[in-house]
């Protein structure tokens, strides 16, 4: 019997990402994780605000994303903000490798979910923002409200 693996249940987003980089590219990645962790995800209970991901030997790594114990755990709970590995294909994680290495680019977490019963996290690829271009969305999401409020009126 084949397992459904189109149902996606969002865990945790991180929204103020989008608003602070601009999105050069997105990556959805396996994370490698303890069975407490699962456990302490299927309750709903993940934050990837301030997370971020680097390279080293080759391998793409998930730093500041927390993950509270397990309520039911015991002594053999994990460590909440422990560094995590993220499981991608290695063409992948190389050409990200390179791109990371030019000024400016870093790797952020932008959404954590279950695709079925696998535990996955949309990585992206992203830039800075100026202070500008902040001001800039923000007009464009304000516009976008302003005509979506008109048009509910008209209906």
């Known amino acids: 019997m084949a ?66 114990e397990y309520s039911h755990g015991n002594i053999h709970n994990h460590e909440p903000t422990r560094e995590r590995r993220l499981l991608a294909h290695r063409r992948e994680l190389l050409s990200w490798e390179k791109k990371v290495k030019e000024r400016g680019i870093t790797i952020v977490p932008l959404h954590l979910y279950f695709r079925g019963h696998l535990v996955k996290v949309e990585m992206a690829l992203v830039k800075g923002k100026k202070l500008y271009d902040k001001r800039e969305t923000e007009k464009k999401r304000s516009a976008q409200r302003d005509i979506d409020r008109a048009l509910s009126r008209r209906r």
Not at 15 to 30: D, Q
Not at 31 to 42: A, D
């Open 3 to 68: 397992r459904d693996t189109t149902t996606i249940k969002t865990i945790a987003r991180n929204k103020k990402a989008l608003f602070r980089f601009e999105v050069l590219g997105k990556l959805e990645c396996g994370i490698q994780l303890r069975g407490t962790e699962v456990k302490s995800l299927r309750a709903g209970q993940a934050s990837i605000q301030e997370a971020y991901g680097f390279m080293r030997d080759g391998q793409m790594r998930l730093v500041g994303a927390t993950i509270p």
